[in-house]
């Protein structure tokens, strides 16, 4: 099989044409001309130059493939300008599907996020049926994954062949933005003097999500989604394993559920103001809540998780580490 994998230059990305390299398939990539290619260094792709938003880019991208990955997304909303984020997430997958369409790709699998699914009010693991109950103003890139559905959605209705993966908080190494990474070097930095919010966390390795990806595509079913994850933990479980894999004292301070909506509102002012921090405010806000999923779905249809958490965190602090990020 042929398939273009927009964001291929990002962690996921780049972690799915290097599933399609050991599958057999042939990968393209669409991505800027300046677009840094560190994460695809030793990888067999075709450049294909553009972006989401470029319809004349995108036929051309599309032309002659049997899939279409669709990865690409603007999920820093503290730095990016907010309209850009809605037109990336929500037009760029519309426009993404329009030239899928018209290239007679057989099937699209949509990246969208455990962020587009609502959590319940009894601290249940959430399944695929849940909706977004989250409030679109604080969870801004959530909400643009639930619109971004929508359109999804109306395609499929129309006769095209989508299917959703929805994955969790994702770790692994190969992350050079340091997305998810920031868990690790602020618990290496900081040790047992990080609060402990009293909710929970949902992850999976970026390895399974690139697998589960290409299992979507061959097997996963029309208009469905699929919430990828390996493990639900308490936020007391997943930083004392951070701790005991990068080897400082486990952090026992517990963070009041009373101060967490102050000190997100901090975060924010700092972020908007450039200042860097070492978690953003949604994971602040949602520090009290267990963001609990249940992934057997997808385990049944697409393969159960192949990587065991506290091996992808082992990989993890090894990769950073060889890479000069520690």
């Not at 503290?78 to 809605?86: G, H, N, P, T, Y």
Request: overall charge neutral; aromatic content about 8%; hydrophobic content about 45%.
């Amino acid at each position: 099989m042929k398939a273009l994998v927009t964001g291929g230059t990002g962690f996921v990305g780049s972690h799915i044409v290097r599933a399609l390299n050991e599958a057999g398939h042939t990968a393209r990539v669409l991505h800027r001309k300046s677009s840094k290619l560190d994460a695809l260094v030793g990888l067999t792709y075709e450049s294909a130059l553009g972006d989401i938003l470029d319809e004349q880019a995108l036929a051309a991208a599309c032309d002659g493939c049997d899939w279409v990955f669709h990865v690409a997304a603007v999920a820093d909303y503290w730095r990016a300008d907010k309209s850009k984020m809605f037109e990336a997430n929500i037009e760029g997958t519309r426009r993404v599907l329009a030239a899928a369409r018209a290239a007679g790709v057989r099937r699209v699998v949509f990246t969208s996020s455990a962020g587009a699914i609502g959590l319940r009010s009894d601290g249940q693991p959430s399944a695929e049926n849940m909706p977004f109950n989250l409030s679109p103003d604080h969870f801004p890139y959530g909400y643009t994954k639930i619109l971004a559905e929508d359109v999804v959605k109306e395609a499929v209705a129309n006769g095209q062949d989508v299917v959703t993966v929805n994955p969790v908080v994702i770790m692994g190494p190969g992350d050079l933005n340091m997305i998810s990474g920031t868990f690790i070097l602020q618990i290496k930095k900081l040790g047992l003097l990080v609060p402990i919010p009293s909710g929970g966390i949902a992850v999976i390795d970026v390895r399974d999500v690139a697998r589960m990806h290409l299992a979507a595509a061959e097997r996963g079913r029309t208009g469905e989604r699929y919430i990828l994850n390996t493990a639900n933990y308490s936020q007391r479980e997943w930083m004392g394993m951070i701790a005991d894999v990068v080897g400082v004292p486990r952090p026992f301070i517990p963070a009041p559920a009373f101060i967490l909506p102050i000190a997100a509102a901090i975060i924010d002012w700092l972020r908007q103001r450039g200042i860097n921090t070492p978690i953003d405010a949604d994971q602040t806000r949602l520090g009290s809540k267990d963001i609990h999923f249940d992934g057997r779905k997808a385990w049944a249809e697409l393969g159960a998780p192949l990587v065991d958490m506290r091996q992808s965190l082992i990989d993890t602090y090894r990769w950073y580490q060889e890479n000069g990020y520690l």
